[in-house]
């Protein structure tokens, strides 16, 4: 067994720690722009705009294709058969975008006559920009330009926080001016902070590059069907105050989540590495689970104990019922934190099929538990769908990964 490299070591935790600063930054920027919001809106106006994210972040999937994790997984270490596009990825996935951006828009303006909410063509666009963004990351993150990505994350959104704040208070509270202003903020950090990090658009991408992410573009449907039909089922069949106060506890479980990633995807590019080493990746993977697993019943305690005083402290009194409704988000963190783990192991070692059928049964459970759950118990009933459907995950994934059947190759790990 090789030694620890002193420098690669050095190098990695100072990396680290400059995802985990740029994190922060941008995880404070959003709570505090999500809180600044959400007291203007009130709850019901609040409700409307976490209706509209989550439909966007749906509608996104279609903008993204999987390309997004596609570049990311070839560019840290290229399959033999993609090998060919690994220098053109990036504009094909930008072509795509573009193409894609303008179809969506144009739909969701036809819709506008038959009842769609005047916001959503803003919200689409805002979310070619938020795609546009995540891929600049995943380039950077690809590349090992840790300390850049974290720059460009920071810089991103504090130029969009700016804009929505210009734009609020110019403009009124409106989910349409948010998500306008948001998307400008963002266009407007890539034409400053990615001058080499523009690749030419192109345009179609190969069939090749759709077939191999099309594993990817499953794992997001699934994945965000479980992590955001819960507000669009909640909007049909709950009181908009009680959306707007589900929303203020889930931004808080978001923002827990975001400071999770970096860990994450360091973890997975070491794990993409080592693959070919077994023991190393083993232990890599064991330790990391256990870790994840620690944090989470952490922070299940501390969503149990904190929360009534911490939301009604960062939302105000308007939002009081929202306390309640992070415990029970908060208790999801068991499952959720060692999900990460498990998930980006599936990718890192080339066994996104079993992710793509855990995903797939997690969706499932969702959206049968929400349709089951919410119309008696409404918020609490989506919160519990939450805890469920990451247990379903993590199970299948387990089983998935460790279980004893033919594997995929490369082969993951034996235990």
Known sequence: MTSLNPRRWHAGVWALSAQWLSVLVTAAI??????????????????RYAYLLNLATL?????????????????????????????????????HLLVTTLLLVGG????????ADLALPAAVWCFAAVSLSQLVSVQLKAAGQWQR?????????????LAIIFGVLLFGPEPGIVFGAWGIGLMLAYAVLGQDVRDRTRWPPPAPLYHAAAGFLWIDLATCLYRRSDIVILQRMADPAEIGQYAAAYRLFDGVLLLAMPLALFFFRRLRKTRDHAAAARRL??????TAGAAGLGLALGGA???????????????????????????AFVFVLPNYVLTQAAIALDRARC????????????????????????ARGAATAVIATEAMLCAALCI?????HKPERPRIPSR
């Not at 294709?65 to 690994?86: D, H």
């Not at 969701?108 to 009842?115: E, H, Q, S, T, V």
């Not at 793509?356 to 008696?376: C, D, E, F, K, R």
């Not at 998935?400 to 004893?404: D, Q």
Request: proline share 6%.
């Open 30 to 47: 959003s709570l505090a722009l999500s809180v600044w919001l959400a007291r203007r809106m009130e709850p019901s106006g609040f409700g």
């Open 59 to 95: 509608l996104a999937l279609a903008q993204d294709a999987g390309l997004r994790t596609l570049v990311l997984r070839e560019q840290v270490s290229p399959s033999p058969a993609l090998k060919s596009f690994e220098a053109v990825l990036p504009g094909l996935a930008r072509g």
């Open 108 to 115: 969701c303006l036809a819709l506008i006559p038959f009842g």
């Open 149 to 161: 990505e974290g720059r460009w994350q920071a810089g991103a959104r504090m130029s969009s926080a």
């Open 285 to 290: 993977l064991r330790r990391s689970l256990f």
């Open 305 to 331: 104990w904190l929360g009534p005083w911490l939301i009604e402290f960062l939302f105000g009194p308007a939002y009081q019922s929202a306390g309640s409704l992070l415990g029970w988000l908060f208790a």
């Open 355 to 378: 992710y793509a059928w855990g995903a797939g049964l997690a969706a499932v459970t969702n959206l049968a538990l929400n349709l089951l759950l919410v119309p008696q118990h409404g």
């Open 400 to 404: 998935g990964l460790f279980g004893r």
